[in-house]
Nanobody
Framework: QVQLVESGGGLVQAGGSLRLSCAAS????????MGWYRQGPGKQRELVAV???????TYADSVKGRFTISRDNGENTVYLQMNSLKPEDTAVYYC?????????WGQGTQVTVSS
């Protein structure tokens, strides 16, 4: 079993920054993919960014150049630095871990960007 605990959401003005963190605990294999998804009001959940334990990253086109994903393998923690935030970034952000035993989700953290 794997637990994911997110932190760092909140309310910010357009153009501002936030940093999300997600700490994983439990039975975690060294090889895995961790990342962030989001679900805005009335929208489907979508990928924001993911990072392989080897360091390879993938970003949604809508966040490229503004968001940066990173991870600390020793601490099983993934981060999402969000800069130049826009109102359309408003969503619940979910941490995700995909590994040999399955896929796990955090409970989500709200990010609200005011115009």
């Amino acid at each position: 079993q794997v637990q994911l605990v997110e932190s760092g959401g909140g309310l910010v003005q357009a153009g501002g920054s936030l940093r999300l963190s997600c700490a994983a605990s439990g039975r975690i294999f060294r090889i895995n993919v961790m990342g962030w998804y989001r679900q805005g009001p009335g929208k489907q959940r979508e990928l924001v960014a993911v990072i392989h334990s080897g360091g390879i990253t993938t970003y949604a086109d809508s966040v490229k150049g503004r968001f940066t994903i990173s991870r600390d393998n020793g601490e099983n923690t993934v981060y999402l630095q969000m800069n130049s935030l826009k109102p359309e970034d408003t969503a619940v952000y979910y941490c995700n871990l995909a590994g040999p035993l399955g896929t796990y989700w955090g409970q989500g953290t709200q990010v609200t960007v005011s115009s």
